[in-house]
Each structure stands twice: as structure tokens, then as C-alpha cells.
């Protein structure tokens, strides 16, 4: 499949930051990682803990991987996998009325429960690392270099965002409830 | 040069997200603020104002404990009404346990189930046996129906606040409402309400 350099660049930025982020969320928040990893109810409890530290490991593979371009597409598949994994956890646990229990994205101060938003996330996600499975982009121009940086750049940024507004849509509905 | 104008574009895109990502952060803050923090009290049982319920329990040290009632010159009483699988409930106990000795509370841990699980979490908290009861008939006449649930009884053995708990300042919001005279901390936002508007 051809695609343009810059895309490629794009998807490779994006994903790299996006893991490194949830790298340094979960480091930063290891006390309830456990627990959360525990509250999806999908291993034996002492389970919860060593799959919690092999989701780190593999995170930070997938990030080191897309930002070098080494391995690329073997990266871009396990940067897939995890989507996917990630989404389907939480997919099973919506099925189960699950819906109060904290996603672990662990990306803002406010707690974020899970919601079909997030599975779209992710599947969105997952799509734009699609053009990585051919391997790396060869023979980027200077003008593919900046809109490939640029855009990887300003995704990251609006997915923050977006991680913000969902999260803010729960609290928001909270308060109301509260002060009615 | 296109590349470079194309690049300019770019960081003020950049530039943009990253704004109104602050933006939303700010919004995020301003709703922990508001978040009222307070014991929110469900509206079912024995009211605060009203006397609470008089009941003799047996405490899981074998002696029986007066629960209600008038204590002349007695300090105030705290029910905590916990559970051994309620894990918000075990992680209060410390702060539960700290509290009532700093603002000097008779605290009495009730608890409904499994008296070698309760006495087990008990152990581990180093709460003395003295201070806990098992007795499902507490929860039932105080209409328990959430936990981890605190009452605070005056010593004229009316209900001096309570509700449902979640933090250490919820338990101090119990005691400020004592001293304030509200009942609640929905009254203490309609009064403030009605103040601002």
C-alpha cells in the first residue's frame, strides 16, 4: 500500500507520544494500577499485578519503536494489539454494565469511566497506525518531514483534548445530579 | 518557501490544541472544586434533630454498649458503619480512627456479617475490640443503606449529623455541621444559595 511519507510520519508521532504518555501515567499512578487492572475483572486477582507491569513493558516497546523506526512495523503491530485489547477489555465490561469502574487511562486529574467514546478512540487509533504495517516511510521530503511532524504533533494535542472533554462530560453530569 | 510556510501553519494549529487543552484542564479543576465536600445525607430513617434509636449491642470484646440515649457531659458518639467488603470502608478506618481521637468522639465501629472477617479487619487495624459491634440491628434502626455511613450523636442523644462518608472531610464536615447546626450538606447548599442569590 502507498501511502504518503507524511501520514506515516504522522501516525508514528502520534502513536509514540500517545504511548509514552500512558507509560508515564501508569508509572506515575503504580499504587492503583494493580487495582484497576483488577477492577476490569478479566484475570485472577494475583494476576492483576504482573499483567499490569507487562502492559507497561510492552507500551514502552511500542513507543521506543515508533519514534526510532526500528522494527517499525512489528511496533505498529503491537501498538494495534494493545489498542485493540484495551478496547475490547473495556467493550466487555460495558457489556457487563461495568460502566462505573475507572479506565486507567490515567490521562487527567478527574476519573474517567468508560464509555463507548472510548472504543471509538481506540478503533480510530489502531486505523491510523494501519499505513505502518507496510514498514517505514522511505524518502520523506523536507515539506513531508513538516507536515508529517506537524500533524503527529497537533493529533496528540487533540487527543488530549478529547481525553479531557470525556472525562469532563462525566463530572459534569455528577455535578448536576448532585446539585439538583 | 512552501515548506516553511507550511510549517508556520502547523505550530499555530499546535498552538490552538494546546490552548484549548488548557482550556478544558481549567474546567476540570473548577469541577473538583465545586464537587460539594460534605457527608451527603440519605433522606430515609431516624432524621438528625431527632433522637436516635436506643439500643443495647454486644461489642465484639463480649461487653454491651448503649447506643442513643442521653449521656450528660459525655463526649460525642460516632457510629461508623462499616463492612469487611466495602473496600472504601478499610481504607477510612485509620482516618476514622485518628479522627475521633483528635476531636475526642466515642467511636463505635458497627458491623453487619462475618464476625471472624470483621474481627480480622479489626486486628488489622489495631482498633481496640471494645469499639466494635456486630449487630445488624444498628443498620437496620438507623436505615443504613449505604457504606461506609457515620452518625453522630449529641450528648442529649439526638442525632447531631450524619451521612454518607468517603474522606476525612466529609467526617469533619459531620462535626462543622454539628457546630454550625445544619443538618445536611445539601441544607448548607440551599442556604448558600439563598445567600448568593
Known sequence: MMVDPSIALAGRLLGALLFAAAVRGKVKHRDELAGVVANYRLLPERMAAPAAWLIVVLECLAALSLLSGTWLAAGAALAMTLLIGFALAMGINLARGRREIDCGCFQSGLRQRLSPALLARNAILAILLIPLLAGGPSGATRLQWVDGLGAGLAAYALYQVLGELLSLRHSSAELRRRFA | ?197
Open chain 2, 1 to 197: 518557501m512552501l515548506f516553511v510556510s507550511q510549517a508556520m501553519l502547523w505550530l499555530a494549529i499546535i498552538a490552538l490544541a494546546a490552548a484549548v487543552l488548557a482550556l478544558a484542564r481549567q474546567v476540570g479543576v473548577l469541577h473538583e472544586r465545586i464537587a460539594p465536600v460534605g457527608a451527603l445525607a440519605l433522606g430515609r430513617g431516624p432524621q438528625t434533630g431527632e433522637s436516635a434509636p436506643r439500643l443495647t449491642v454486644r461489642n465484639l470484646a463480649g461487653s454491651t454498649v448503649e447506643i442513643g440515649g442521653p449521656l450528660p457531659s459525655g463526649p460525642l458518639r460516632l457510629l461508623f458503619f462499616v463492612s469487611p467488603t466495602c473496600p472504601i470502608c478499610k481504607s477510612l478506618l485509620p482516618t476514622v480512627k485518628a479522627f475521633a481521637e483528635s476531636e475526642r468522639l466515642r467511636l463505635l465501629l458497627v458491623g453487619d456479617g462475618d464476625a471472624k472477617e470483621q474481627r480480622q479487619m479489626v486486628e488489622r487495624h489495631g482498633i481496640e475490640l471494645e469499639r466494635f459491634a456486630n449487630a445488624p440491628e444498628v443498620g437496620r434502626a438507623f436505615q443504613v443503606a449505604k457504606l461506609p455511613y457515620a452518625v453522630l450523636i449529641g450528648a442529649d442523644g439526638v442525632i447531631a449529623a450524619q451521612g454518607l462518608v468517603n474522606s476525612r472531610e466529609h467526617l469533619e464536615s459531620l462535626v462543622t455541621a454539628y457546630e454550625l447546626g445544619l443538618r445536611s450538606v445539601q441544607e448548607y447548599l440551599a442556604q448558600r444559595a439563598s445567600h448568593s442569590a
